[in-house]
């Protein structure tokens, strides 16, 4: 039996390629229907990222961005969703390092008052979060999980308990980017997380098409989309097209929304 939607979490990098131009896409993404958009904070070392999305990340970097720049961002992105009555929910993707440097209970109000729903923070674990998870619920905020192939069912079952109101499913092991395949290997891993866990499955990591995501109705409740976001807005910005317009098309092409 199929689910009556599927979801989709988007994904951006902050001031990639520009403040103005990441803000015009992440308002093009959430127009388009996506339920979740992640906001990726850029850092030095993006040791999950594929090379597309650490590309963007050096590129912002080199921009000038920094953490202030990005709750400045967030600000903005809030209040315009607000303005058009847009719900998507605001999620920061970020490392470890990010936090520590600015604080991370400075980071998690400051992310509250942005109007932040949630965080994804890969390299914090559960065993050595620095009290991300206790202090995320603290202030208000979902600290999403992070189940990756080798995770045991045991550990499974733990960050269920632990996580917030969804846990992040990584396809498979390695990089962001575009090599995943739906196929029974894939599928057999998603039913051994669904007989431990009990929170929805937002699946990522090379999701990057419809037929992809057609594949996965009835399957997983989410699909995570981010370096062919990511590349989109590269080739758009690149294009002198309206990225904003063009995200928006691109986000209903992945939802199946006809025009």
Request: hydrophobic residues 40%; glycine residues 8%; charged residues 25%.
């Given at each position: ?34 339920e ?7 850092f030095?070392?993006?040791?999950a ?51 520590f ?13 942005c ?32 189940i ?10 733990k ?45 990522g ?55």
């Open positions: 039996m199929k689910e009556e939607n599927i979801k989709l979490m988007g994904h951006i990098v902050a001031s990639f390629p520009s403040f103005g131009e990441s803000l015009e896409a992440a308002l093009g993404i959430a127009r388009g229907g996506a979740y958009l992640e906001v990726q904070f850029p030095s070392d993006p040791n990222d594929g090379v597309v999305i650490a590309s963007a990340c050096e590129e912002s970097l080199k921009n000038g961005f920094n953490t202030d720049l990005g709750f400045e961002f967030l600000q903005r992105l809030n209040e315009a969703f607000k303005q058009r009555d847009i719900k998507t929910k605001i999620l920061i993707m970020t490392y470890g390092n990010i936090l440097a600015y604080g991370i209970e400075k980071f998690l109000k400051k992310a509250k008052e109007g932040v729903f949630g965080l994804i923070v890969p390299d914090l674990s559960l065993q050595n979060d620095e009290r991300l998870f206790e202090l995320s619920k603290k202030h208000g905020l979902e600290n999403i999980a992070l990756a192939p080798y995770t045991d069912t045991k550990r499974m079952e960050l269920d308990r632990a996580t917030g109101s969804l846990i992040y499913v990584v396809a498979r092991n390695g990089i962001t980017g575009d090599g995943t395949s739906i196929d029974s290997t894939l599928l057999e891993y998603i039913k051994r997380v669904k007989k431990h866990t009990t929170k929805p499955i937002a699946l990591f090379g999701i990057h098409s419809r037929e992809q995501i057609d594949a996965l109705y009835g399957i997983v409740p989410i699909v995570v989309v981010g370096s062919a976001f990511v590349r989109m807005i590269a080739q758009s910005a690149e294009q002198k097209v309206n990225l904003q317009d063009r995200l928006y098309q691109f986000t209903r092409e992945l939802l199946g929304i006809t025009f």
